[in-house]
Every structure is written in C-alpha cells, then in structure tokens.
C-alpha cells in the first residue's frame, strides 16, 4: 500500500522511478469517455476564453462553445464583462449566432419569437397577444455564467464556481508580475484545428522527449531540449553535472540567443525583467484544461486548447506585443510569431499521428518513460477530476 502511494516523482531527480502505465487508449476516442470529461472537467474548471480587449465597446459580444455549451461574452454600458448561456429562456434557442458583433436594440433578441433581453441579462419583453398565462419576466432572466479577468484574460466558469480561480494556475501567479500581460495587445493570432484529443496535445506539452526528433530549430535555441529534457534535474546525474555553465546542462537559450524568434534575436521594446528572468529566456503558466501562455523577454504567446470532440480540439494561438513593439515600423514581428508557428505545426503533426496510432485494437495502455513525469502529473489530474482511481 505505501509502495503504491508513494510519489514516483519525489526527490531530487525530477524522472519517474517506476514505470507506469498511459491512461486507457480509450478514453482518447471513445465519445461516452468524452461526455464524462466534458462534466467532470470542462464544465467545472475555469476555461479561458480570450483577451478582454476583444470585447472592446459597450454592446460588443463574441460567442464561444465549450463542450456542448454555447456562451455569450457581452461588453455592457457601464463597460463591465458579462457572460451566459447563450440560449433563450423561451423555447431554447441560440440568442446569438455570429462568432462576433454589436448588440442593438435594448440588447440581445431571440432571432426565434422575438423575446428580447437586456444586457445584464433580465428579460425586457415577450411578444405575445395573451396576458393570462404572462410569464413573471423575473423569472425569465438569461442564465449567468461567472466569468473572470485575469490581467487581461477572460475565464468562464460553467459550474458557476467562484471559489478556486488561483489554483487554477500551475505556478503562483504573481512570479509574472514583471510582464505587463494587462497592456500587451495581439499581433496575430493563428487559429487551427487538430485530429487528435485535448488530451493528446497537453500530454505532448508536458514533455520534451520528442523535442530532439520533433523540434530541431527549437532544440537547436533551447540546447536543453535537445537532451529530451526539459530542466536540470530532469537528468538523473544533475548533481555531477550541477556546476556545468553549458545551456545543454544548465538550461536557457543558446549563448547568442535572448528570446524565441529565428534569429534568437530579440525584436526590442522588452520588459522590465530581473536578470534571472531575462537569463532563462522562456516561462510557462498553464491553467488547464485550456490555456497556457510562454512569456520571453520581448513578446508573449497565449494558447488556448478547446475540445470539441472526443478526437478533435481547436488551438488558439495570440502573439501578444507591448503597443510600442506594434507601433514600430522597424520590428518585424514575424520573426516571433513564424518560429512558434512552425514549433506548433511540428507538435500538431505529432498529437495527430499519435491520435491515429491509439486506435489499435491491442493497444490498451501505454508506458510512460522517466522524462514524462509531467505527462504522469497531467494524467494523474485527469483521473482525479473524473474521481477515478
Ligand atoms: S425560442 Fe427565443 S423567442 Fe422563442
Ligand atoms: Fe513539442
């Protein structure tokens, strides 16, 4: 029993002691596995959404899907964010159906019957010649959803949780505190989807074993990687190698390189960074199941992860810039945003041949090797919040 409870990734040695197994093949395609996660995962944690500066005016709006779920993002007069079902509280029909748009009118009016909503969400008229069986407009009122800015970032809550935001995060949040996330505004944004499940990508996330075979440019920035490891003590001789300067042993970027673009170059315009901050040259904060953001020295990039069935899920990726950097006719923002490109296309060529190759029937589980002990902790969460052993 205490063999079994033990952590096999305590220590100072970051890699797993024993081997363990993959979550079931299954639960990767089959749809009823898919239903359950969508309950137990998707509809209770907070999930990101987007940027708050895409909602920009009074009576703006953008529409979303989790899941099964259709929401409504909604900018009202007083400017504050507001999120619910997007769905009428007559006979249940989708409110709005563009991606994006302006609200007129007294605020959103079912396309159906005509039934009209205001924007903080009370029914304000139904049209109908009857006035016996009137509905109590009170009780008419759009469903709210709990939403959340997080510098900047827009979080909805499906369970309509209010507690539990922060341990949403990965890493303390206040260690990005330097990075002004709040004003950086997109560059671009890359929106794509992928045959694989969300669990496929952020399992590839958590590890950098394939990065050798998969990412050579970024292996070639990141010499670490290049090793299959991610930090130092992912490597089970990090103490004799403990006082080696090397970026291959130490970690960060290759020697002529400050950030993440083609030239290693940064594009100028950076933030004010500790030196220990500048030195390592990429952060990760992760807020699963749906979004995580890696922060350099001059730009930072969001990714947002929605499942939008057991074997698809869409990626989307914002390329944020202080102002000044937009502004700047000399930076060619590119140089950022086409090296993390082609890093996105190498790993969602990865996640969907892996997608394909789980489908064998003998192929029950797989085996995780000692480098992936962030896949076990992702797929240890996985079990936890379906409450399975
Ligand atoms: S379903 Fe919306 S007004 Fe009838
Ligand atoms: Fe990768």
Not at 47 to 70: E, K, P, Q
Not at 75 to 99: M, P, V, W
Not at 354 to 368: I, K
Request: aromatic letters at 10%.
């Amino acid at each position: 029993m205490a063999l079994l409870d033990e952590d096999p990734t305590a220590g100072g040695f970051n890699g797993l002691k024993r081997l363990e197994r993959t979550l079931p093949s299954h639960w990767y395609f089959d749809a009823a596995h898919h239903a359950r996660e969508l309950e137990a995962i998707w509809y209770r944690q907070w999930v990101y959404l987007c940027r708050a500066d895409s909602i920009v005016h009074a009576r703006d709006y953008r529409t979303f899907t989790i899941g099964t779920n259709r929401i409504v993002v909604l900018r009202d007069e007083e400017g504050t964010l507001r999120a619910f079902h997007n769905t009428c509280r007559h006979r249940g029909s989708i409110l709005c159906k563009e991606t994006a748009g302006h609200l007129q009118g007294v605020g959103i009016t079912c396309p159906y019957h005509g039934w009209t909503y205001r924007l903080n969400g009370a029914l304000a008229s139904i049209p109908s010649h009857g006035r016996a069986h009137h509905l109590d407009k009170k009780e008419g009122a759009l469903y709210p959803l709990t939403i959340k800015v997080w510098r900047g970032f827009v979080y909805v809550n499906l369970a309509n949780a209010d507690a539990g935001f922060a341990d949403n995060f990965n890493a303390n949040t206040e260690q990005f505190a330097n990075w002004p996330l709040e004003d950086l505004q997109v560059g671009r944004r890359l929106t794509q989807r992928l045959a694989c499940n969300w669990k496929v990508f952020w399992e590839n996330y958590n590890e950098c074993l394939h990065c050798p075979n998969v990412h050579p440019a970024l292996s070639s920035l990141v010499p670490m990687y290049s090793r299959g490891i991610m930090e130092p003590r992912d490597d089970p001789a990090w103490e004799t190698h403990a006082s080696q300067t090397d970026a291959k042993f130490k970690g960060g970027l290759r020697t002529d390189a400050t950030t993440w673009t083609v030239d290693g170059q940064s594009l100028g315009h950076e933030f004010s960074l500790t030196k220990a901050e500048r030195d390592l040259g990429y952060h990760y904060m992760t807020s699963l199941p749906s979004h995580y953001l890696v922060l350099h020295i001059d730009h930072v990039r969001s990714t947002r992860v929605l499942a939008l069935s057991a074997e698809e899920m869409e990626l989307e990726i914002e390329w944020l810039f202080p102002k000044e950097t937009l502004a700047d006719p000399d930076i060619d923002i590119s140089k950022a945003c086409d090296f993390s490109a082609q890093v996105v296309t190498e790993d969602g060529a990865a996640c969907e041949g892996v997608q394909l190759g789980l489908h064998a029937a003998p192929h029950d589980r797989g085996y995780l090797m000692p480098e992936e002990y962030d896949v076990y902790r992702f797929q240890q969460w996985v079990k936890a919040s379906l409450g399975a052993a």
